[in-house]
């Protein structure tokens, strides 16, 4: 380009500059004026306050399996009411219902704040019956649930947004099937489903009636051979292509372990809770000593509990359940520290549909993620009306609408109320 050419072409930009500059004079406060304006108004309405705590326990038995569910309801002065739920009991109840006097009055969008309070007093003498916490950490799940779906109402955004954003359209699912009988019952659901993903019991109790496979807690040489023979009709029956788990639970660490060899051949996708959570060096031992994954978080609370799994490679799979680990941030967080670790997070869940949408929405946010539970219960979502999430090809969609993205049906739940309930009351 010659100086001539570049000439022309400063000049030509200069002018177009001034032009732009010109012409937004008159659309735009100078800068004094800037800085007298006032702030937009919002609007008349009062700031989002939290009003009251409410809680139903319901108790269904549809197909195969009972359940109890504690299900909160937080309402604001703005009409906004947001759900969550956790493991049903009167313990819990009554420790849901001592928060709030933490939470009346209180922005409900300060999740993550009224979240760190809440722990606090779960930890610091909040009840003397149950000073450890861990029953006050399934009311504070529930909680956290509840204002996360408030604060998603109020900014009309979905709750997976306000945790981080989606990885995910749609959550994979695994069926927690039962036995093999029970596997047969519901089979053919499982394959409307498109399930890829199954969970079977090949626990002590699932060969029990064979004489001689189990003294007391010993699994014996007879036993693991049941075992094997079992995990052989599972894998003939359900084809080649789809993932199959086991529940475990043989309580000693010297039967986990031969039981943990007996089973690698059949490249199990996971083996969960072989013993009791009540001890990381034993889990240490036991992962070490296989390849097959090891599974067990159902039953921890916060990622305190978790933290010494992680740091000791103690499992291969993280499974929090969002209902009682702390919420569906507390349960991120979690999966994000496991993936610190390279490790996948396959969340336990067994809830109301409440539950599940909630726990969907978390599953969306998170990167290690492999699937979620989910007990196919027929009508599982008979309790919420209007937009019930689909479920194709073993994936449940992630709700869009604002907050969990679903509505509980109040008619259709209260007839599930719990004998001696109060609908919210």
């Known amino acids: 380009m010659t100086r001539h050419t570049r000439r022309q072409l400063l000049t030509s930009l200069a002018g177009a500059t001034a032009g732009v500059l010109a012409g937004c004079v008159g659309s735009r406060p100078t800068a004094g004026a800037a800085l007298q304006s006032q702030p937009p108004q919002r609007g008349t309405k009062q700031p989002l306050k939290i009003t009251d705590v409410k809680t139903a326990m319901l108790e269904a038995q549809w197909g195969p399996w009972k359940r109890q569910w504690l299900l909160v309801r937080i309402d604001t002065n703005q009409g906004i009411s947001g759900y969550g739920d956790t493991w049903a009991s009167p313990e819990v109840k009554s420790l849901l219902l001592g928060y709030k006097s933490t939470l009346v009055g209180q922005d ?95 626990t002590p109790p699932a060969i029990s009636n064979v004489p001689g496979a189990v003294m007391d807690q010993h699994l014996t040489r007879k036993g693991l051979n049941e075992i094997v023979s079992l995990l052989e009709k599972i894998r003939q029956r359900v084809g080649s292509d789809r993932e199959i788990s086991v529940e475990c639970r043989v309580g000693t660490l010297s ?142 969609e992630v709700p869009e609408g604002p907050g969990l993205g679903v509505t509980l049906d109040e008619q259709e739940a209260q007839k599930y109320l719990m004998k001696g309930e109060t609908w919210f009351g």
């Open 108 to 202: 409900p969008a300060n999740v993550e704040a009224l979240f760190r309070q809440m722990v606090s007093k779960a930890y610091a003498g909040f009840t003397a019956a149950h000073f450890d916490g861990g029953l006050a950490v399934h009311a504070v799940s529930a909680l956290e649930t509840a204002l996360w779906d408030i604060a998603g109402k109020a900014a009309n955004l979905p709750v997976y947004q306000l945790l981080g954003g989606r990885h995910r359209e749609r959550v994979r699912l695994y069926c927690c099937v039962g036995f093999i009988d029970d596997y047969l019952k519901m089979e053919d659901v499982y394959k409307k489903l498109g399930i890829t993903c199954l969970k079977f019991d090949a």
């Open 255 to 396: 039967a986990a372990l031969r039981y943990m060899k007996a089973v690698e051949p059949f490249d199990l996708t996971w083996v969960e809770d072989p013993i009791p959570p009540t001890d990381v060096d034993a889990w240490a031992t036991l992962t070490a000593s296989s390849k097959t994954p090891t599974l067990t978080g159902e039953g921890l609370h916060l990622r305190h509990e978790f933290l010494e799994y992680f740091r000791k490679s103690a499992l291969r799979i993280a499974a929090p359940d969002f209902q009682i680990c702390g919420g569906l941030a507390e349960g991120k967080k979690i999966a994000e520290m496991a993936d610190l670790h390279h490790l996948l997070t396959c969340p336990h869940n067994a809830s109301s549909a409440i539950g599940i949408a909630a726990a969907v929405h978390a599953c969306a946010a998170i990167p290690n993620f492999l699937a979620l539970e989910f007990h196919a219960m027929p009508g599982w979502d008979r309790i919420l009306s209007g937009y019930r999430p689909k479920i194709a090809d073993g994936h449940m």
